[in-house]
C-alpha cells in the first residue's frame, strides 16, 4: 500500500521538525519529527507494507496517514503512483538569456527630515524600527542632496516601479516636494503615490495635498488613541486631538488612508486596546511597527507579533516565491534624503548614488538583486525551521540575526507547538511521541 500527498500539498524538512504547506486552503499543519520522516519516505513511493519498523504500531501510524486524507493532504493507492505538484507561475531562476526581467514594484523615497513632533527615540542609533517601512523614516544627519525629482520619476516610470511611497520624519513639511513629484506623476497613470506622515501638519494642507492626485493614499502614523493618551505628554496628548479632526476631515472628503500604530515604551503595554480603539473609531486594522532597543534585547510579544511573522501565503505562487526571494525585500529599493540607493528604508547599504549614476546603472548591479534573493534558507537560524517559508518578518532583523542568535531570539516562536496553537491557520498534526518513536 503506498501514501501520497496530493498536488496542492508540499511536504517542507525542519531540522527538529516537518510542516506539510496547504497551498489549496492556505494552511499549514507541524508535524513532529517522526511523522514527518514517515511521509518523507512514504513520498518517494516507498511501500507502507515493506517499512517492518512500523509494523509494531501500524495501527498508530494507520489512524496518522487516515487524518491526513481526511483534511484532503492525500491518499492510499494499491500501485505507485506519480503525483506532478501544482506550480503557479514558479519563478525562473536562470541566469544568462533566461533570466527574468526585475519587476520593481516599491520605492521608498525620504523627501524630509523635518518634523513638528519631538519622539524619544527618534535618530537614536540603539533602536531598529522592526517594520519601521510602514512608519515614519529618520535620518540622524540633516544633510541633503539636490535631487531632480522629474528625472527621478521618469527613471522610475522607465523601470516600472508601481508604488513610490514618500517618508521622512513628516513628509508634509516638504510640501514643495510633494507638489512636484505629484505634477511629475501626473504624466504617468501607472505610478501610486503614498504619504506615511504622523500628519503632524495642519489638516487642510495634507487635504490640499491629497486632492491634487487621484491615486494618492495616505498611512498615517498613530502613538494612541484618546481613551490611552494619558500616560504621553501633554504635547502628545494634544497631537492626539489633532489626529482625530485630521481623520475626521479625511473621512468627511473621501480620502483613501492606512493606519501604522508605531509602538515604543510609551505605548507597548497598552498596544493592544489602542489598536482596538482604531479598529472601533476607524473601521481599520492597523499596521504594526515597533521600536525596538538592541541594547535591552527583549523579546518582541507585542499583539499581533506571531501574526504577523507567521503570515498567511496567500496563494501558491507567494510560496514559491518564498523559496528563492525574500518576501520583504523583492522588488523593493529606497533612496534616502542623499540620493544613496538602499535596499530598503531600514537598510543602509548605499548600491549608489542618483546624483553620480542613473537609476538604471545602480539597479543593474548584482548587489540588489543579493538582497532580493536572501531568502529564508540563506538566514543562519531560520534556514533549519519547517516555518521558513511561512514565515514573514523585517529584513532588517534577518540580516542582524545572521551575525547574532540574540537578535533572532527577540522575535522567533522557537517551539513548534507553540507556534501552531498562536496561529488561526496553523495546526500541529504530529502523533505523540509516547506512542511512536522512531530512531534512524
Not at 527618534?122 to 522592526?130: A, P, T
Request: hydrophobic content about 35%.
Amino acid at each position: 500500500m503506498f501514501f501520497r500527498l496530493n498536488a496542492f500539498a508540499f511536504l517542507v524538512a525542519g531540522e527538529k521538525d516537518y510542516s506539510i504547506y496547504d497551498m489549496k486552503n492556505n494552511f499549514i499543519y507541524m508535524l513532529n519529527r517522526e511523522a514527518g520522516m514517515l511521509i518523507k519516505r512514504l513520498e518517494n513511493n516507498v511501500d507502507l507494507d515493506t517499512l517492518k519498523e512500523y509494523e509494531k504500531h501500524k495501527n498508530v501510524c494507520m489512524d496518522f496517514l487516515g487524518m491526513l486524507a481526511q483534511k484532503g493532504l492525500g491518499d492510499f493507492f494499491e500501485n505507485e503512483v506519480h503525483i506532478e505538484k501544482f506550480r503557479f507561475n514558479a519563478p525562473i531562476q536562470k541566469k544568462g538569456m533566461l533570466e527574468p526581467v526585475p519587476q520593481y514594484v516599491k520605492c521608498y523615497l525620504e523627501i524630509s527630515n523635518e518634523c513638528n513632533l519631538k519622539c524619544s527615540f527618534c535618530g537614536k542609533s540603539k533602536y531598529i524600527n522592526w517594520l519601521g517601512c510602514q512608519s515614519c523614516f529618520r535620518n540622524q544627519n540633516h544633510q541633503e542632496a539636490s535631487i531632480k525629482y522629474d528625472k527621478l520619476v521618469s527613471e522610475l516610470e522607465e523601470i516600472g516601479v508601481k508604488e513610490l511611497i514618500l517618508g521622512g520624519r513628516e513628509p508634509f513639511c516638504k510640501s514643495e516636494v510633494i507638489y512636484k513629484l505629484i505634477e511629475q506623476c501626473k504624466k504617468n497613470s501607472r505610478i501610486n503615490l503614498i504619504i506615511t506622515t504622523p500628519g503632524s501638519v495642519e489638516a487642510n494642507e495634507i487635504l490640499k495635498v491629497s486632492s491634487l492626485y487621484e491615486k494618492i493614499k495616505l498611512n498615517i502614523v498613530v502613538f494612541a488613541t484618546r481613551r490611552f493618551s494619558e500616560f504621553l505628554s501633554e504635547e502628545m496628548q494634544e497631537f492626539i486631538r489633532k489626529q482625530e479632526k485630521l481623520f475626521s476631515v479625511l473621512h468627511k472628503n473621501n480620502i483613501p488612508y492606512s493606519v501604522t500604530l508605531q509602538i515604543y515604551d510609551k505605548n507597548r503595554n497598552y498596544a493592544e486596546a489602542i489598536i482596538r480603539d482604531i479598529k472601533t473609531e476607524l473601521g481599520i486594522t492597523p499596521m504594526i511597527a515597533d521600536i525596538v532597543d538592541m541594547e535591552k534585547r527583549e523579546k518582541l510579544t507585542h499583539i499581533g507579533m506571531n501574526q504577523k511573522m507567521l503570515s498567511q501565503y496567500r496563494n501558491p505562487r507567494e510560496f514559491y516565491l518564498r523559496k528563492s526571494y525574500n518576501p520583504c525585500l523583492y522588488g523593493v529599493f529606497s533612496i534616502d534624503l542623499f540620493g544613496n540607493v538602499n535596499p530598503c528604508p531600514g537598510i543602509h547599504k548605499a548600491l549608489g548614488n542618483i546624483t553620480d549614476n542613473t537609476l538604471h546603472e545602480i539597479l543593474s548591479k548584482d548587489d540588489l538583486y543579493s538582497y532580493w534573493t536572501y531568502s529564508k534558507d540563506k538566514v543562519v537560524y531560520c534556514k533549519n525551521c519547517s516555518m521558513r517559508y511561512f514565515c514573514s518578518d523585517c529584513s532588517v532583523f534577518e540580516l542582524a540575526s545572521h551575525e547574532s542568535s540574540n537578535v533572532h531570539n527577540m522575535f522567533c516562536p522557537t517551539n513548534i507547538e507553540e507556534k501552531a496553537s498562536d496561529i488561526s491557520n496553523v495546526e500541529f498534526v504530529g502523533w505523540n511521541k509516547e506512542y511512536l518513536s522512531l530512531d534512524y
